[in-house]
């Protein structure tokens, strides 16, 4: 079981708030800044989201904040984790409803799977779209994903998600691991290739789902894939790989030397959004300190170390605040950088000049073309695509 990480105490015995999570968010300048600026001791307990899922189902007395994706609640919240948030304590809640993805565009058919599929708590104590004064999680950061090049600099960019079943990268893809991430961009691959067609991407049919699984499993007898990833993308071993990526994985890499492309597919994006929920075991002494961390983390100092970890925040306005001009016009702008760009460990990741890949935060998230799913047959999916990727994680 991995320590929490934890700093120093600020102050004799200030209280403590421990957070279940991963490596995406529980990093140690978010903790270092929360700390600093509400006065207490924070636990991070950084765990692969599928072990942190798992944490979050069964040992709901180990955590105060579960700090994981929306996709992640239609496994914890049936188990009675959670315990529901009233948006009146939430000091922007208005600018968080205000995000486009939670809104309704009657101009624009929006992917199934999207945060407010699963947002508000209904009265019959499900989750559901229909605003109450209750969510399920606190939407926070949010992105975007596809995939990218590790370990050349010289092979020619992929424009489409039919390239992770290219000939041309053959024993060289590595895939994510968890079903509700590795899936949808899966099926997007063999969608784009014209080898799998279905009625709905983000919730497959039980016969969909064996279709699904023998074509992925073909290519695995093939020995098309290298591996399947959870918390870590492979790095540069000698051997170019194309692998599914998440934004903060890249720019780690990126910040290393490591020769790295993020690629932008003409068929979108799959997305995700991150979020906060509280635990059902809560003392009033720790919701309220719960409630402090969640309102400062849409307070703007999370948001500018997001941002410069490659994701956005769900109410952007006081991110804007705490990022320079420059870093705003690219990260959020897709300008060309004005100067050196870093990340948020302070590593140099962009030279002048250069663009983020995909454009403005507008245009990136406006092609989202799917979200991280947990499909009604989640649990006959899973069982048989673990049979895939079990013994053959990186």
Not at 272 to 287: F, V
């Amino acid at each position: 079981m991995p320590e929490p990480l934890t700093s120093p105490p600020l102050h004799t015995n200030p209280p403590v708030l421990r957070v279940l999570g991963t490596g995406v968010t529980l990093i140690d300048t978010v903790l270092a800044s929360a700390e600093a600026d509400l006065g207490i001791r924070l636990e991070f307990t950084a765990l692969d989201g599928i072990e942190a899922q798992r944490r979050g189902v069964l040992a709901p007395d180990s955590f105060d904040i579960y700090d994981q994706w929306f996709h992640d609640l239609d496994l914890v919240w049936p188990a009675r984790s959670l315990r529901p948030i009233e948006v009146d304590r939430i000091d922007c809640w208005d600018e968080i409803w205000s995000w486009p993805v939670l809104q309704s565009d009657p101009d624009r058919t929006a992917p199934r799977g999207t945060p407010r599929d699963r947002l508000f708590v209904q009265e019959s104590g499900e989750l559901g779209p229909a605003a109450s004064g209750q969510i399920s999680m606190l939407p926070t950061v949010y992105n975007a994903d596809s995939f990218a090049i590790v370990g050349d600099s010289t092979a020619p960019e992929p424009r489409s998600w039919g390239d992770l079943l290219s000939g041309q990268w053959h024993g060289r893809v590595a895939i994510q691991a968890d079903a509700a991430i590795g899936v949808p961009d899966l099926l997007l691959a063999l969608r784009a290739r014209g080898e799998f067609q279905c009625d709905n991407p983000g919730n497959l049919a039980l016969g969909e789902i064996g279709s699904f699984i023998r074509l992925v499993k073909q290519y695995q007898l093939s020995g098309h894939f290298a591996g399947f990833w959870t918390d870590r993308t492979p790095g540069a071993d000698g051997t170019a790989k194309l692998s599914t990526m998440w934004w903060s994985n890249y720019l780690a890499q990126k910040a290393k030397g490591i020769p790295i492309r993020m690629c932008a597919p003409r068929e979108g994006y799959r997305g995700w959004c991150g979020g906060m929920a509280l635990s059902r075991h809560l003392d009033q002494r720790t919701e309220d300190l719960a409630y402090a961390y969640l309102n400062w983390w849409l307070s703007g100092p999370a948001g500018a170390i997001m941002a410069r970890n490659g994701a956005y925040m769900a109410a952007p306005s006081a991110t804007r605040a705490h990022l320079s001009s420059v870093e705003w016009d690219f990260w959020y702008g897709g300008k060309p950088a004005a100067c050196e760009i870093r990340d948020a460990f302070g590593n140099v990741v962009y030279h002048p000049g250069e663009r983020r890949e995909g454009g403005s935060y507008e245009t990136r998230q406006s092609q989202i073309v799917i979200w991280n799913s947990v499909m009604e047959e989640h649990n006959f999916l899973v069982r048989l695509w673990d049979l895939i990727t079990a013994d053959a994680l990186i």
